[in-house]
T-cell receptor, first 110, second 116 residues
Framework: RKEVEQDPGPFNVPEGATVAFNCTYSNSASQSFFWYRQDCRKEPKLLMSVYSSGNEDGRFTAQLNRASQYISLLIRDSKLSDSATYLCVVRRWGANNLFFGTGTRLTVIP | GAGVSQSPSNKVTEKGKDVELRCDPISGHTALYWYRQSLGQGLEFLIYFQGNSAPDKSGLPSDRFSAERTGGSVSTLTIQRTQQEDSAVYLC??????????????FGPGTRLTVL
């Protein structure tokens, strides 16, 4: 079983829509959680960290459910510039590296 | 300030040749990571350097892969006797080396390696 699993999409949504991505992780020793954004042929960039209590950054809201080992990202009022691949990322206690999902592709349509 | 830089940006090589990929981390970052991203795959961890500690090589896929970090800064990833399955984007990241959520990894633009 993969460390991190995501629905690859693609998600095609109109401008202004609300879209949600989900992600599950397999290792209960996972400690830190992130969403990264990756534009086509570019490097991943940190979008936001995910805190246990849930957190919001403008139009973006991240949630963590440790009991279900589940992470979500909600994007409200989608913009054309939100089109990208969203990577669910986990760091496990005692591990040096990050574990990445394969990403969910989002296209926001005019 | 300057981000993580990598060179070359693209490398095309013939099967069986050796290649060297370079990474310059962000100044002051003690931790350095190499990952690779194959088409349609998630990022795969290769190796991790932290200060003067022995590197974590647990992600290297074979003994054809090796990496060095000189003077705690620049790192070189070497792939010997390249195979077609080595074709991927090789991404370097660096971080301050702190525990937990505050240790954000910043990625370089990657080197796209194509083995013919």
């Amino acid at each position: 079983r993969k460390e991190v699993e995501q629905d690859p999409g693609p998600f095609n949504v109109p401008e202004g829509a609300t879209v949600a991505f989900n992600c599950t992780y397999s290792n209960s020793a996972s400690q830190s959680f992130f969403w990264y954004r990756q534009d086509c042929r570019k490097e991943p960039k940190l979008l936001m960290s995910v805190y246990s209590s849930g957190n919001e950054d403008g139009r973006f809201t991240a949630q963590l459910n440790r009991a279900s080992q589940y992470i979500s990202l909600l994007i409200r009022d989608s913009k054309l510039s939100d089109s990208a691949t969203y990577l669910c990322v986990v760091r496990r206690w005692g591990a040096n590296n990050l574990f990445f999902g394969t990403g969910t592709r989002l296209t926001v349509i005019p | 300030g300057a981000g993580v830089s990598q060179s070359p940006s693209n490398k095309v090589t013939e099967k069986g040749k050796d290649v060297e990929l370079r990474c310059d981390p962000i100044s002051g970052h003690t931790a350095l990571y190499w990952y690779r991203q194959s088409l349609g795959q998630g990022l795969e961890f290769l190796i991790y350097f932290q200060g003067n500690s022995a590197p974590d090589k647990s992600g290297l896929p074979s003994d054809r892969f090796s990496a060095e970090r000189t003077g705690g800064s620049v790192s070189t990833l070497t792939i010997q006797r390249t195979q077609q399955e080595d074709s991927a984007v090789y991404l370097c990241a660096s971080s301050l080396g702190r525990e937990g959520l505050k240790d954000t990894q910043y990625f370089g633009p990657g080197t796209r390696l194509t083995v013919l």
